[in-house]
Protein backbone atom coordinates (compact mmCIF):
# COMPACT_ATOMS: atom_id res chain seq x y z
CA UNK A 1 0.00 0.00 0.00
CA UNK A 2 1.61 3.21 -1.24
CA UNK A 3 0.15 6.93 0.11
CA UNK A 4 2.59 9.49 -1.62
CA UNK A 5 0.89 12.61 -0.37
CA UNK A 6 3.51 13.75 2.85
CA UNK A 7 2.25 17.41 2.71
CA UNK A 8 2.20 18.61 6.36
CA UNK A 9 1.62 14.78 7.38
CA UNK A 10 2.33 13.99 11.13
CA UNK A 11 1.90 10.67 11.81
CA UNK A 12 1.27 9.18 15.45
CA UNK A 13 2.86 5.67 16.65
CA UNK A 14 1.31 4.48 19.57
CA UNK A 15 1.89 1.62 22.48
CA UNK A 16 -0.62 -0.96 23.30
CA UNK A 17 -4.53 0.10 23.14
CA UNK A 18 -5.63 -2.85 24.40
CA UNK A 19 -9.42 -1.82 23.73
CA UNK A 20 -9.03 1.46 25.09
CA UNK A 21 -10.39 2.91 22.14
CA UNK A 22 -11.81 6.24 23.91
CA UNK A 23 -7.81 6.86 25.53
CA UNK A 24 -6.59 6.76 21.62
CA UNK A 25 -9.88 8.94 20.17
CA UNK A 26 -8.52 11.33 22.57
CA UNK A 27 -4.95 11.06 21.62
CA UNK A 28 -5.27 11.99 18.09
CA UNK A 29 -7.60 14.82 18.94
CA UNK A 30 -4.97 16.10 21.08
CA UNK A 31 -1.97 15.71 18.54
CA UNK A 32 -4.08 15.69 15.48
CA UNK A 33 -1.71 13.59 13.45
CA UNK A 34 -3.04 12.64 9.67
CA UNK A 35 -2.25 8.78 10.38
CA UNK A 36 -2.13 6.35 13.07
CA UNK A 37 0.33 3.61 13.72
CA UNK A 38 -0.38 0.94 16.55
CA UNK A 39 2.26 -0.96 17.50
CA UNK A 40 -0.28 -4.26 18.51
CA UNK A 41 -2.29 -5.21 20.92
CA UNK A 42 -5.35 -2.76 20.01
CA UNK A 43 -7.46 -4.74 21.90
CA UNK A 44 -9.56 -6.33 18.22
CA UNK A 45 -12.41 -8.88 20.53
CA UNK A 46 -15.28 -8.23 18.35
CA UNK A 47 -17.28 -11.40 19.98
CA UNK A 48 -17.04 -9.39 23.41
CA UNK A 49 -20.32 -7.28 24.16
CA UNK A 50 -20.15 -3.87 23.80
CA UNK A 51 -16.77 -4.32 21.29
CA UNK A 52 -16.99 -1.06 18.61
CA UNK A 53 -15.00 1.05 17.20
CA UNK A 54 -17.75 3.19 15.48
CA UNK A 55 -16.40 5.52 18.07
CA UNK A 56 -13.72 6.30 16.02
CA UNK A 57 -15.75 7.27 13.24
CA UNK A 58 -16.25 10.70 13.25
CA UNK A 59 -12.05 11.11 13.52
CA UNK A 60 -11.71 10.87 9.57
CA UNK A 61 -8.30 9.57 9.06
CA UNK A 62 -6.51 5.94 8.86
CA UNK A 63 -5.73 3.78 11.57
CA UNK A 64 -3.26 0.74 10.93
CA UNK A 65 -2.68 -1.80 14.32
CA UNK A 66 -0.48 -4.27 14.14
CA UNK A 67 -1.52 -7.66 15.88
CA UNK A 68 -0.06 -8.49 19.67
CA UNK A 69 -0.93 -11.11 21.54
CA UNK A 70 -4.10 -9.37 22.64
CA UNK A 71 -6.68 -9.92 20.21
CA UNK A 72 -9.33 -12.55 18.88
CA UNK A 73 -7.02 -13.80 16.05
CA UNK A 74 -10.60 -16.54 15.80
CA UNK A 75 -12.60 -13.54 14.78
CA UNK A 76 -9.31 -11.78 13.01
CA UNK A 77 -8.91 -14.62 10.71
CA UNK A 78 -12.34 -14.98 9.57
CA UNK A 79 -11.42 -11.63 7.90
CA UNK A 80 -7.95 -11.92 6.71
CA UNK A 81 -4.97 -14.42 6.91
CA UNK A 82 -2.28 -13.09 9.69
CA UNK A 83 0.51 -13.26 7.37
CA UNK A 84 0.39 -11.01 4.26
CA UNK A 85 1.76 -8.29 1.91
CA UNK A 86 -0.81 -5.44 2.51
CA UNK A 87 -2.92 -3.89 4.66
CA UNK A 88 -6.22 -4.84 4.95
CA UNK A 89 -9.23 -2.34 5.15
CA UNK A 90 -11.68 -4.35 8.76
CA UNK A 91 -13.87 -1.42 8.62
CA UNK A 92 -14.00 2.41 7.50
CA UNK A 93 -10.50 4.33 8.07
CA UNK A 94 -9.72 0.71 10.18
CA UNK A 95 -6.72 -1.01 8.98
CA UNK A 96 -5.18 -4.35 10.08
CA UNK A 97 -1.76 -5.04 8.92
CA UNK A 98 -0.67 -8.62 8.58
CA UNK A 99 2.31 -10.01 9.84
CA UNK A 100 5.22 -9.23 6.74
CA UNK A 101 2.73 -6.59 5.26
CA UNK A 102 4.24 -3.02 3.86
CA UNK A 103 3.10 0.52 4.18
CA UNK A 104 5.16 3.21 2.11
CA UNK A 105 4.56 6.84 3.14
CA UNK A 106 6.36 9.26 1.50
CA UNK A 107 10.06 8.37 1.56
CA UNK A 108 9.32 5.73 4.58
CA UNK A 109 8.64 2.20 3.91
CA UNK A 110 7.25 0.64 6.69
CA UNK A 111 7.36 -3.07 7.43
CA UNK A 112 4.51 -4.87 10.50
CA UNK A 113 5.50 -7.99 12.47
CA UNK A 114 3.14 -8.31 15.03
CA UNK A 115 3.01 -11.17 17.75
CA UNK A 116 4.09 -12.14 20.72
CA UNK A 117 4.14 -14.60 23.59
CA UNK A 118 2.03 -14.31 26.73
CA UNK A 119 2.82 -14.70 29.76
CA UNK A 120 0.02 -15.39 31.32
CA UNK A 121 -1.79 -17.62 28.82
CA UNK A 122 -2.51 -20.39 31.67
CA UNK A 123 -5.17 -18.17 33.43
CA UNK A 124 -6.51 -17.30 29.77
CA UNK A 125 -9.37 -18.93 27.67
CA UNK A 126 -8.11 -20.69 24.56
CA UNK A 127 -10.10 -19.24 21.35
CA UNK A 128 -11.79 -16.65 23.32
CA UNK A 129 -8.57 -14.54 24.96
CA UNK A 130 -5.84 -17.18 23.97
CA UNK A 131 -4.74 -18.06 20.87
CA UNK A 132 -1.80 -20.22 19.88
CA UNK A 133 -1.11 -18.55 16.54
CA UNK A 134 0.03 -15.75 18.91
CA UNK A 135 3.75 -15.87 18.23
CA UNK A 136 5.29 -14.35 14.94
CA UNK A 137 6.99 -17.66 13.06
CA UNK A 138 9.05 -18.34 10.10
CA UNK A 139 6.51 -18.02 8.30
CA UNK A 140 6.86 -14.04 7.71
CA UNK A 141 10.11 -14.28 6.10
CA UNK A 142 8.46 -15.66 3.00
CA UNK A 143 7.28 -12.06 2.59
CA UNK A 144 10.70 -10.45 2.25
CA UNK A 145 10.83 -9.93 -1.22
CA UNK A 146 8.47 -7.22 -0.59
CA UNK A 147 10.77 -5.40 2.05
CA UNK A 148 13.62 -3.61 -0.17
CA UNK A 149 13.98 0.05 1.23
CA UNK A 150 12.05 -0.29 4.64
CA UNK A 151 13.19 2.39 6.57
CA UNK A 152 10.94 1.15 9.35
CA UNK A 153 9.35 -1.75 11.64
CA UNK A 154 6.83 -1.85 13.62
CA UNK A 155 6.13 -4.98 15.91
CA UNK A 156 4.75 -5.75 19.31
CA UNK A 157 7.63 -7.06 20.98
CA UNK A 158 11.20 -6.73 20.28
CA UNK A 159 14.25 -8.43 18.84
CA UNK A 160 16.57 -10.94 21.42
CA UNK A 161 19.04 -8.46 21.41
CA UNK A 162 17.34 -5.49 23.10
CA UNK A 163 17.62 -6.35 26.26
CA UNK A 164 14.71 -4.81 27.93
CA UNK A 165 13.47 -7.66 30.03
CA UNK A 166 17.03 -7.68 31.63
CA UNK A 167 17.56 -3.72 31.71
CA UNK A 168 13.66 -2.58 32.39
CA UNK A 169 12.59 -5.67 34.69
CA UNK A 170 15.33 -7.13 36.31
CA UNK A 171 14.59 -10.43 34.16
CA UNK A 172 15.68 -13.08 32.55
CA UNK A 173 14.77 -13.48 28.46
CA UNK A 174 11.17 -14.54 28.49
CA UNK A 175 10.67 -17.67 26.35
CA UNK A 176 9.80 -16.06 23.57
CA UNK A 177 9.93 -17.45 19.72
CA UNK A 178 9.05 -14.01 17.96
CA UNK A 179 11.66 -12.66 19.03
CA UNK A 180 13.94 -14.86 17.16
CA UNK A 181 12.26 -14.30 14.66
CA UNK A 182 12.38 -10.64 14.85
CA UNK A 183 16.26 -10.89 14.78
CA UNK A 184 16.08 -12.19 11.41
CA UNK A 185 13.48 -9.53 10.35
CA UNK A 186 16.23 -7.37 11.08
CA UNK A 187 18.98 -8.92 9.69
CA UNK A 188 17.07 -8.63 6.26
CA UNK A 189 15.38 -5.49 6.35
CA UNK A 190 17.86 -3.34 7.92
CA UNK A 191 15.28 -0.66 9.54
CA UNK A 192 17.19 2.75 10.68
CA UNK A 193 13.93 3.39 12.89
CA UNK A 194 11.92 0.21 14.75
CA UNK A 195 9.12 0.87 16.89
CA UNK A 196 7.05 -2.03 19.71
CA UNK A 197 4.94 -1.91 22.54
CA UNK A 198 3.74 -4.96 24.69
CA UNK A 199 6.49 -4.54 27.46
CA UNK A 200 4.19 -1.41 28.61
CA UNK A 201 7.41 1.01 29.04
CA UNK A 202 8.86 3.51 27.53
CA UNK A 203 12.70 2.00 26.02
CA UNK A 204 14.88 3.59 23.47
CA UNK A 205 18.05 1.97 22.61
CA UNK A 206 20.06 1.88 19.36
CA UNK A 207 21.91 -1.65 17.61
CA UNK A 208 23.71 -1.01 14.69
CA UNK A 209 22.55 1.95 13.27
CA UNK A 210 18.98 1.45 13.79
CA UNK A 211 17.12 3.10 17.05
CA UNK A 212 14.26 1.04 18.72
CA UNK A 213 11.26 2.75 20.62
CA UNK A 214 9.54 0.91 22.98
CA UNK A 215 6.08 2.71 23.77
CA UNK A 216 3.98 2.42 26.99
CA UNK A 217 -0.05 1.48 26.56
CA UNK A 218 -1.49 4.58 25.75
CA UNK A 219 -2.72 6.84 28.24
CA UNK A 220 -4.57 10.32 28.97
CA UNK A 221 -1.79 11.48 30.87
CA UNK A 222 1.07 9.55 30.04
CA UNK A 223 3.21 10.77 26.85
CA UNK A 224 6.11 8.13 26.51
CA UNK A 225 2.88 6.03 24.89
CA UNK A 226 3.43 7.12 21.39
CA UNK A 227 5.58 9.23 19.53
CA UNK A 228 4.67 11.48 16.44
CA UNK A 229 6.68 12.09 13.33
CA UNK A 230 6.84 15.04 11.39
CA UNK A 231 7.02 13.35 7.60
CA UNK A 232 6.55 16.58 5.37
FE1 LIG B 1 1.28 -7.59 24.46
Not at 164 to 188: A, K, S, W
Request: aromatic share 12%; hydrophobic share 40%; glycine share 6%.
Amino acid sequence: MTIRSVMSMKMMITGDVHGRFEVLRDLIKKEKPRMVIVAGDFGFFPRVKGFSLDRMNDLDIPIYWCDGNHEDFLSLKEITPIYGSKPVSIKENIYYCPRGSTLSIGSQKILFAGGAFSIDKDIRTPMWDWFSCETLDESILSLKSNWEGITTVVSHTCPTFCKIEEQIFNLCPLPDPTRGVLDQVFDIAKPREWFFGHWHESYTVEYEACVFHGLSMIHHYYDMSYIVKDLS
